[in-house]
């Protein structure tokens, strides 16, 4: 026969880990959405790079905002180089804070599993 499983009361102190692991995997998909989405401007930026380099414009126009606007090659390289260097910051940001979200996220899996097992289910669908 199969044995049944005794019930665990569930504390206040417990539903606010199972609250907080809720906020947190709310919060790891939309990092994780931010930083694809990231990666995929990062590849853009890569490739308007590869074409300015290969333009024989002296002039070239620059995305600014919602205009386009006329710079000197030199100026928009410069220019180029800047915005990916704040790209990758944010990119770097972003996956650090993903880092630390997952981690927090597993402090609380471990826990909640420890009390409850097979009660609960933590694992996305």
């Known amino acids: 026969m199969a044995k049944a ?40 930026l890569e490739d308007a790079s590869n074409e300015l380099m290969l333009s024989d414009d002296d002039n070239v126009r620059f995305l600014v905002g ?3 606007v006329h710079f000197e090659k030199d100026t928009a390289e410069s220019r180029l180089e800047e915005v990916t260097k704040e790209a990758q910051d944010s990119s770097v940001k972003t996956a650090a804070d993903l880092a630390d979200v997952k981690k927090q996220l597993g402090d609380l899996k471990a826990h909640l599993y420890a009390k409850f097992g097979t009660q609960i289910n933590l694992e996305e669908e």
């Not at 005794?6 to 930083?35: G, P, T, W």
């Open 66 to 68: 919602e205009c386009l």
């Open 5 to 44: 499983q005794a019930h665990i009361e569930v504390l206040a102190e417990d539903q606010q880990r199972i609250n907080a692991f809720s906020r947190l995997h709310m919060k790891m998909q939309e990092l994780e959405r931010k930083l694809a989405s990231e990666k995929r401007y990062l590849e853009e």
